[in-house]
Each structure stands twice: as structure tokens, then as C-alpha cells.
């Protein structure tokens, strides 16, 4: 079975850029959060959809960030203008709640470097 | 807000040690659970805990819940130097769906 795919892996951008990161999810999980996990610290979800509507975006900076899942397949968040904080790795996870667990599956994740 | 909080944040520990990592969190839930990064990969799940008193156990790694106590522990034994990694409890809050908030982390280091 396919794990959930991100794309780009790493991206270097100048402070005031925009960046956009694309996910695709595991098969048939309804389910796909964007968690920004700076380093030495914890993910921290940005927002979570149930196929293609938001459950919670109560954390996401919307002045900058944005999140759209088309079709509830794919998803891409984007940071237009990008600050110095933004620097992060973009966890995109997704998870097919079941009776019995509701376990988070976790891509690569997306680097980015503001500079 | 739920909070969830770990400790140690970090753990130094010889290889044939026992250790135990401890996670608190601030709310009710009774779906915990423990992932393992390592440096510059993404999340692995190791345990579900999805009940309090569960215990799970893989290996040299034992988890258990007690969501009385709002308390999960993941217990370390006779470390090598392969379970190095940085350790995060997450707990689930949410009433449905899943949504979950992570705890700081523990970088475990064995050392030989």
C-alpha cells in the first residue's frame, strides 16, 4: 500500500515569496491534516479535512497560509508571503477512522528554509 | 486547549538500561498515542492505546494508559543504540473524527 506522498521534499525561498506544497493520501482516508512542525518541537496541526471540507482550520494564520483539497483526493497549502517564522517542515498526514483506532499516517514532510 | 506534555524532553541513557518516558495530558480522552521520529524523517507509529489500562508492547518498547490518571508511560528496556530517536506522545481530543495534539518529544540518545 502506498504511503501519503509530498512533494517538494525541500524548497528555499526568500522571506515575502510564496511556497505551495502538494499531498496526496493514503487511498480511501477521508480524512487529511496539515500538521508545521518547527525544529525540536511537535507537529502542530494547521488544518484538518473531511474529504473535501475544513473541520478545523482554528490554527492555520489565514492573513498567509491557505489549504484547499479538491475532490477530497489531493491537497495543497500554500504560505503567500512567506516570514522568517514560516521555517518549518510541513507534515501532511491522513487516517481512516475506524471502530477501533484512529491512527494518524504521516508522509515525508516539506522543508522549508526562509531566508 | 488540550495540553500534552512529556518528559524527560531528552534522555541519555547506556545501551542494557531500563527507562520510562512519561506523558501527562490535560483532558479527557482515552486514544493515545506514541510515534518515533528520526532525524530528518517523518513519523513512524509505533502504539495505539485505545482504552485505559491498554498496554501494548513491541520489542524493547512497552506502552501503557491510564486514562484515569491522564497518564501514558512508554517504558524502555535493556536500550541499544538502534532505538536512538526522538519519541512524541499524541492524544486524540477530538469527540469525533481524530485530531491529534502532540507532546514536545523526548530525543533519546543510547549510548554503547
Known amino acids: 500500500e502506498a504511503g501519503v506522498a509530498q512533494s517538494p521534499r525541500y524548497k528555499i525561498i526568500e522571506k515575502r515569496q510564496s511556497v505551495a506544497f502538494w499531498c496526496n493520501p493514503i487511498s480511501g482516508h477521508a480524512t487529511l491534516y496539515w500538521y508545521q512542525q518547527i525544529l525540536g518541537q511537535g507537529p502542530k496541526l494547521l488544518i484538518q479535512?473531511?474529504?473535501?471540507?475544513?473541520?478545523?482550520d482554528s490554527q492555520l494564520p489565514k492573513d498567509r497560509f491557505s489549504a484547499e483539497r479538491l475532490k477530497g483526493v489531493d491537497s495543497t497549502l500554500k504560505i503567500q508571503p512567506a516570514k522568517l517564522e514560516d521555517s518549518a517542515v510541513y507534515l501532511c498526514?491522513?487516517?481512516?477512522?475506524?471502530?477501533?483506532?484512529?491512527?494518524?499516517?504521516f508522509g515525508e514532510g516539506s522543508r522549508l528554509t526562509v531566508l | 486547549e488540550l495540553k500534552v506534555e512529556q518528559n524527560p524532553l531528552f534522555l541519555s541513557m547506556q545501551e542494557g538500561k531500563n527507562y520510562t518516558i512519561y506523558c501527562n495530558y490535560s483532558t479527557t480522552s482515552d486514544r493515545l498515542y506514541w510515534y518515533r521520529q528520526d532525524p530528518g524523517k517523518s513519523l513512524e507509529s509505533l502504539f495505539v492505546l485505545l482504552s485505559n489500562g491498554a498496554v501494548k508492547q513491541e520489542g524493547r518498547l512497552m506502552a501503557s494508559l491510564d486514562t484515569k490518571a491522564r497518564l501514558s508511560t512508554l517504558h524502555i528496556t535493556a536500550a541499544v543504540h538502534d532505538l536512538s530517536a526522538t519519541y512524541f506522545c499524541a492524544v486524540d481530543g477530538a469527540t469525533s473524527g481524530s485530531r491529534l495534539t502532540f507532546g514536545e518529544g523526548t530525543q533519546l540518545t543510547v549510548n554503547p
Open positions: 479535512f473531511q474529504n473535501n471540507g475544513v473541520v478545523d
Open positions: 498526514a491522513s487516517s481512516l477512522r475506524t471502530v477501533n483506532t484512529g491512527e494518524l499516517f
